[in-house]
T-cell receptor, first 111, second 114 residues
């Protein structure tokens, strides 16, 4: 069963504006949440993570928000740049040495 | 420092054959995990190794196996290949398997079964 869901397969945003990617999860045992970025023919690249004891984590242009009661997290990219065009994966872990991934959201940043 | 190295990058095999993929983790990383990416199923966890011990295994048939060597390098093997095994196989490494600091992925091995 899909424990991590990204319901938006694609997102188009203008350069300089904010990109907001959403992710929902069902497993209450998840305690780490991560976002990865992936270009074609490459492996995923780690962007940012958040522990379940926090509700926000920032790293440069990237901010992840966690709403545990809603089992929802989001990634904000501000400002969006052309190089941000890629597939973004939400992932979660329950301290079991594995990641459960969402299906991914393809972000296109328009000039 | 060098990243996660996966070999070969591309592979074409025939149904019924077996295949071995290799992964060299980042120096100092002792945890290696494997994932399969397909258009239909997305990224699926195969197994994780730490200090030559498998600590977790995903929901894949027994045809999929792996091992880790004392230098932390890992191999995965798929026997009796099926068309549905065509996928991008990704290896990831971390110091101890803790997810918070992220796993570093290799570029993957693209396996095509014909």
């Amino acid at each position: 069963d899909q424990q991590v869901k990204q319901n938006s397969p694609s997102l188009s945003v203008q350069e300089g504006r904010i990109s907001i990617l959403n992710c929902d999860y069902t497993n209450s045992m998840f305690d780490y949440f991560l976002w990865y970025k992936k270009y074609p023919a490459e492996g995923p690249t780690f962007l940012i993570s958040i522990s379940s004891i926090k509700d926000k984590n920032e790293d440069g242009r990237f901010t992840v928000f966690l709403n545990k009661s809603a089992k929802h997290l989001s990634l904000h990219i501000v400002p969006s740049q052309p190089g941000d065009s890629a597939v973004y994966f939400c992932a979660a872990s329950a301290q079991d040495y594995k990641l459960s991934f969402g299906a991914g959201t393809t972000v296109t940043v328009r000039a | 420092k060098a990243g996660v190295t996966q070999t070969p990058r591309y592979l074409i095999k025939t149904r019924g054959q077996q295949v071995t993929l290799s992964c060299s983790p980042i120096s100092g990383h002792r945890s290696v995990s494997w994932y399969q990416q397909t258009p239909g199923q997305g990224l699926q966890f195969l197994f994780e190794y730490f200090s030559e011990t498998q600590r977790n295994k995903g929901n894949f048939p027994g045809r999929f196996s792996g091992r880790q060597f004392s230098n932390s390098r890992s191999e995965m093997n798929v026997s009796t290949l099926e068309l549905g095994d065509s996928a991008l196989y990704l290896c990831a490494s971390s110091q101890d398997g803790t997810a918070y600091y992220g796993y570093t992925f290799g570029s993957g091995t693209r396996l095509t079964v014909v």
